[in-house]
C-alpha cells in the first residue's frame, strides 16, 4: 500500500460575496480532487487542540499523528533542524521574520505592513541576515539565513517561554502594544528588534526593492521560541518508511526529526509561484525509490490568505490540483499497487483575518480498493455537512492506515 497526503496549507476559509458567497474550495476548478471526492472518506477535523495557537507546527504534528499536547515545542527549533543546525540542549531558536514596517514616527508607532516583506528571494534575505549577524550577532546570539523571509537565530541561554505575538495576527496594526517588554523579560528582544530598523531600513537590498516598487524588508519580528525537538520516529511508529516534501522549513524540520527523509525541489519557493511540477515529479521519484508515505505540503494557499489575495489563493488550489495531485494520481494507478490518498488542509487561513483560524478543516480519504459514497465537491461545508467529525487530529492517521 502507498500512501499520498497532499497538504494544502491553509487552503479552508469562509464564504466570500466577491465570488458569490462561496469559499476559494469551492470556487477552484479541480477536477481532481472533486473526482476523488465522490468516491472518498469525507469529514472535518481539528488538527489544533483547543486552547494551543492554530500554527503550523502544531497541526502538521497532528496530521503526521504526533499529539500537539505531547510534543509541540514551538516552530523555531524545527525549523533550525531543518536547516542543518545542531543545537545544544542549552540554546534556544528563535523565529527571525525579515517583515515591511513604515517608515515614519518612532519605532513603537510604526505599522507592520507586510510579515512577508512582498516575499523577498532568499537571495536578497541572505544579504540582510548576513548585515545583522555581523552588527547585532554576539558570541552567544547568531543569525541563520532560512527561505525567503523566514530566517532563525540561535541564543545561548534564551528565554524559551517568552510570548512573542506572531506578525501575521497584527498586519495593518500599530506595533507598539505588540513589542516585547521590558518590564516582563523582553529587553534585549525590543532592543535587537529596534536596531534591526537602523541597519535594515537603507541597506542597499532595500533601495534596490523600493527601486524595483517592492516592499522593503526594514525589521526584523522575533518569535515561537523553542528548545531542541524530539519526536518519535515515524517509521517505527507506524511501519512506513516516509517522505516530506515541501518548501518550508518548519515542515521539512517536522520530517527530520520524526526520521523522514525531506526532499529538497528546485525553485519550490512557499508561495503561489513556486514549482507544483517538481514537488509532483518529487513525490513520484519518492515512491519510485521504495517510500511508502509521501507528505506533500504546499504553502502557497496560506501564503495568498495572509496577504488576502483572493484570486491567487483560487489559482494556487487550481495549481495544486493540476500540477501536483494529477500527476501523483495518475502515476498511482498506472502503478497497480493498492494506494490512499488523503488531502485537507492544515488550518484554514481565511482571506477576511488575514491569518489562522482554529475551526475544524475538511479533509477525504480516497482508497483504491474502494468506491466510498462521497461528495459531489470538496469543500468546507460538503464535508461539514457528512456529519463524520474527528476531534483530534492525531488520530487521523489511524483512520488513513487501517
Known amino acids: 500500500m502507498k500512501y499520498l497526503v497532499l497538504i494544502p496549507d491553509g487552503m479552508a476559509d469562509e464564504k466570500i460575496d466577491a465570488i458569490g458567497n462561496i469559499t476559494p474550495m469551492e470556487k477552484a476548478n479541480k477536477p481532481y480532487m472533486d473526482g476523488l471526492a465522490k468516491k472518498s472518506l469525507i469529514g472535518t477535523v481539528s488538527n489544533v487542540p483547543r486552547g494551543m495557537v492554530p500554527e503550523s507546527d502544531t497541526a502538521n504534528m497532528a496530521i503526521l499523528s ?27 531558536a528563535y523565529r527571525c521574520n525579515v517583515v515591511t514596517l513604515t517608515e515614519d514616527g518612532d519605532y513603537e508607532d510604526k505599522v507592520i505592513l507586510d510579515h512577508s516583506a512582498d516575499e523577498i528571494t532568499t537571495a536578497e534575505a541572505d544579504e540582510l541576515i548576513k548585515t545583522l549577524d555581523k552588527e547585532l550577532g554576539t558570541d552567544y546570539r547568531k543569525f541563520y539565513t532560512g527561505v525567503s523571509y523566514r530566517h532563525c537565530i540561535l541564543w545561548e541561554n534564551g528565554d524559551d517561554k517568552y510570548n512573542f505575538m506572531r506578525p501575521h495576527d497584527i498586519l495593518g496594526k500599530r506595533i507598539g502594544e505588540y513589542l516585547p517588554k521590558a518590564e516582563n523579560g523582553g529587553a534585549e528582544f525590543l532592543e535587537i528588534m529596534k536596531k534591526s530598523f537602523d541597519i535594515l531600513n537603507h541597506h542597499p537590498i532595500n533601495e534596490a526593492r523600493r527601486a524595483r516598487g517592492l516592499k522593503p524588508a526594514n525589521s526584523i519580528w522575533l518569535w515561537s521560541p523553542g528548545k531542541k525537538p524530539q519526536l518519535p520516529s515515524f517509521s517505527d511508529k507506524w511501519g512506513l518508511k516516509g ?145 463524520l467529525y474527528i476531534e483530534n487530529g492525531y488520530t487521523l492517521m489511524d483512520i488513513l492506515v487501517k
Do not use: W
Not at 499536547?69 to 534556544?92: D, F, N, W
Not at 494506494?339 to 475544524?360: A, E, N, V, Y
Open 243 to 387: 517522505a516530506v516534501i515541501s518548501a518550508v522549513d518548519l515542515i521539512k524540520g517536522i520530517g527530520i526529526c520524526a526520521g523522514m527523509k525531506s526532499f529538497d525541489v528546485e525553485g519550490a519557493t512557499g508561495n503561489v509561484h513556486t514549482n507544483y511540477g517538481g514537488k509532483a515529479q518529487a513525490a513520484i521519484d519518492a515512491f519510485k525509490d521504495g517510500y511508502d508515505y509521501v507528505y506533500v505540503h504546499v504553502e502557497g494557499p496560506d501564503e495568498c490568505g495572509h496577504r488576502a489575495e483572493l484570486e491567487n489563493k483560487v489559482l494556487s488550489i487550481e495549481l495544486i490540483d493540476k500540477k501536483i495531485l494529477a500527476p501523483v494520481y495518475d502515476y498511482l494507478k498506472e502503478c497497480g499497487e493498492d494506494f490512499k490518498i488523503m488531502i485537507l488542509p492544515d488550518h484554514p487561513t481565511p482571506i477576511r483575518i488575514r491569518t489562522h483560524s482554529i475551526d475544524p478543516v475538511p479533509f477525504m480519504i480516497y482508497d483504491s480498493r474502494k468506491n466510498e459514497n462521497g461528495v459531489d465537491t470538496f469543500c468546507e461545508e460538503s464535508a461539514s455537512k457528512t456529519g
Open 66 to 92: 504526533f499529539d500537539p499536547k505531547v510534543y509541540s515545542k514551538g516552530r523555531s527549533p524545527l525549523e533550525a533542524m531543518s536547516m542543518g543546525l545542531e543545537m545544544s540542549p542549552t540554546q534556544t
